[in-house]
């Protein structure tokens, strides 16, 4: 059992006006795209927690500090040394640009900011959810979020699933897999739709 502790928006957002302080007073802008359960629970309801963040620092040339803003908040909140991590990016497109992304926000605030964060757009998530589809997890959450993300993108049938596949990762074949589980999905969204 992952005894992992879930990280809710107002606990991630604190980290951030934290991290956005850090670099702020080193007169450092850092920016972040977030994916995964992190960019949804930002963008939808429905996702209430998260057990890390997904992300890429998307700044250039201060990496290395904006990590240190992550260990720095990490420390000031007990969080995990892991609770915002890169791994994601082996799931990110190749040529991944601004259209892909939203602002969440500024921070420590609108008014003077440190770190910018953006979130993948949830057809996007989509598509990185359905790649991952190939991992077997004990709850399923990328098969739930799929569900949820397919339903909010209008994707209810196998077709508009490769569809946004495509969209993102071009001619790239989902994996096998993944591929295996498209008709259990349509079914799962058709059946929450209705």
Not at 18 to 27: A, E, N, S, T
């Given at each position: 059992?992952?005894?992992?502790?879930?990280?809710?928006?107002?606990?991630?957002?604190?980290?951030?006006?934290?991290?956005?302080q850090?670099l702020?007073?080193?007169?450092?802008?850092?920016?972040?795209?977030?994916y995964?359960?992190?960019?949804?629970?930002?963008?939808?309801?429905w996702?209430?927690?998260?057990?890390?963040?997904?992300?890429?620092?998307?700044?250039?040339?201060?990496?290395?500090?904006?990590?240190?803003?992550?260990?720095f908040?990490?420390?000031?909140?007990?969080?995990?040394?892991?609770?915002?991590?890169?791994?994601?990016?082996?799931?990110?497109?190749?040529?991944?640009?601004d259209?892909?992304?939203?602002?969440?926000?500024?921070?420590?605030?609108?008014?003077?900011?440190?770190?910018?964060?953006l979130?993948?757009?949830p057809?996007?998530?989509?598509?990185?959810?359905?790649?991952?589809?190939?991992r077997?997890?004990?709850?399923?959450?990328?098969?739930?979020?799929?569900?949820?993300?397919?339903?909010?993108?209008?994707?209810?049938?196998?077709d508009?699933?490769?569809?946004?596949?495509?969209?993102?990762?071009?001619?790239?074949?989902?994996?096998?897999?993944?591929e295996?589980?498209?008709?259990?999905?349509?079914?799962?969204?058709?059946?929450?739709?209705?």
């Amino acid at each position: 059992m992952d005894r992992t502790p879930q990280l809710d928006r107002a606990k991630i957002e604190e980290a951030f006006r934290i991290m956005g302080q850090y670099l702020l007073d080193r007169k450092t802008l850092g920016e972040v795209a977030i994916y995964g359960g992190s960019a949804i629970l930002f963008q939808f309801d429905w996702r209430k927690t998260s057990r890390d963040v997904d992300a890429q620092v998307i700044s250039t040339g201060n990496h290395g500090a904006v990590i240190d803003a992550v260990r720095f908040a990490a420390s000031r909140l007990g969080l995990s040394s892991s609770w915002l991590g890169e791994s994601v990016t082996s799931y990110a497109r190749r040529g991944e640009s601004d259209a892909d992304r939203v602002l969440i926000g500024l921070y420590p605030s609108p008014e003077r900011f440190g770190l910018r964060v953006l979130a993948a757009r949830p057809e996007y998530i989509l598509a990185m959810k359905l790649q991952a589809l190939e991992r077997v997890t004990a709850d399923d959450r990328d098969f739930d979020d799929a569900v949820h993300l397919a339903i909010a993108c209008r994707a209810d049938t196998v077709d508009k699933l490769r569809d946004v596949f495509r969209k993102y990762f071009g001619e790239q074949n989902l994996p096998y897999r993944a591929e295996l589980r498209l008709n259990e999905l349509a079914a799962a969204i058709q059946t929450r739709m209705s």
